[in-house]
């Protein structure tokens, strides 16, 4: 559990950045192309590609480019083939920036969630003590706190408040 007199954020997004990382958001889901969402039975079944795999693509575009002529049939589109690998590699890129920004958010979500909650703990604590000890304005926000915890066998109080 965090430490209540630690505040490693202390921070809000303001009104005009959360607006532009909306409109960025917004920005990147237009200039992905449509038609690419999949059922799960669809993403069971269909290939992937990792590092050796896309090595043999490239591998069968370069010898499809040198020897191909006589043996590769018209109907067979080879320049479908590079777009596609074309295509994936640029995703490959976009998914590597974006799963980067994820994980920040992630982590920012985990610290600014374990900061409020580890305070609210200590509060809630408070509120008890002072109900406790008989302080009347404290019992009804005791008993509107307290619910958080019944039916945990705690007794109404907080599993692990570690504090």
Known sequence: M?????NKLNTVISAADLTSINTS??????????????????????K????????????????TNLNG???IPSYVVV???????TFFEQLDTIESDLSTVLQRISDLKRIAGDEAYTAAL????????ANNAGINTAKQSYEK???????????GRPASTDL
């Open 79 to 85: 320049n479908n083939v590079v777009t596609d690998i």
């Open 48 to 63: 992937s590609i990792d590092v050796e795999n896309k090595v043999f693509v490239e591998d069968v575009i370069t010898e």
């Open 69 to 71: 002529a006589g043996i």
């Open 145 to 155: 706190l307290k619910l958080r915890f019944e039916n945990q066998g705690s007794g």
């Open 2 to 6: 965090g430490n209540i007199t630690e």
């Open 25 to 46: 958001i917004s920005g990147i889901k237009t200039k992905i192309p449509g038609g690419g969402s999949l059922t799960d039975e669809q993403r069971g079944s269909m």
């Open 122 to 129: 200590v509060i809630y604590k408070l509120f008890e003590s």
